[in-house]
Every structure is written in C-alpha cells, then in structure tokens.
C-alpha cells in the first residue's frame, strides 16, 4: 500500500530532527556550537539593524569584540 506523500515527508522531517548533522547556530568567529537543538553554549545574536544578517557570536567572542565589534566588519 503506498503512504500519503506528506505522511512520509512528515516522518522524514522528524527523523531528520532526530539526526541532526549540522548545528541551529554556530559563533560565526570561532565556530563554536551555541544551539544544536537546543543551547548548548551562552551566546549572543545580534540583529543588526536596516539588515537580514544576523550572526551568532558565542560568549568568549562576544566579549572579545563587543568593545568593538562594529568596526572591521566588511
Ligand atoms: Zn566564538
């Protein structure tokens, strides 16, 4: 008997929950893991205004660069 598609791509999507390969968010410094599926480390995400980029930077490399975060950024 052949399923309903949507029933198998629902269960492929919770599988694929399951096996995570790659992490929700990493630093984008150090590639730290922050979030798998749920947070694994304190980090920070800034929004940055007038833009769609949002970048996670963990704790260390938040404090790295929060003095001046905003400056070599290209
Ligand atoms: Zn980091």
């Known amino acids: 008997m052949i399923k309903n598609v949507f029933e ?4 492929r ?7 995570r390969k790659h992490p929700k ?3 984008i410094h150090c590639n730290k893991v922050c979030v798998w599926d749920k947070e ?4 920070m995400q ?3 205004e ?4 949002n970048y996670v ?3 260390e490399c938040y404090d790295l660069f ?6 070599n950024v290209t």
């Not at 198998?8 to 269960?11: H, P, R, S, V």
């Not at 929060?66 to 400056?71: E, G, V």
């Open 8 to 11: 198998i791509n629902e269960i």
């Open 13 to 19: 999507k919770l599988i694929f929950s399951y096996l």
């Open 25 to 27: 968010k990493t630093c």
């Open 40 to 43: 694994v480390a304190s980090y």
């Open 46 to 48: 800034t929004n940055v």
């Open 50 to 53: 007038k833009s769609t980029f």
């Open 57 to 59: 930077l963990c704790e």
């Open 66 to 71: 929060s003095s001046n975060m905003y400056c």
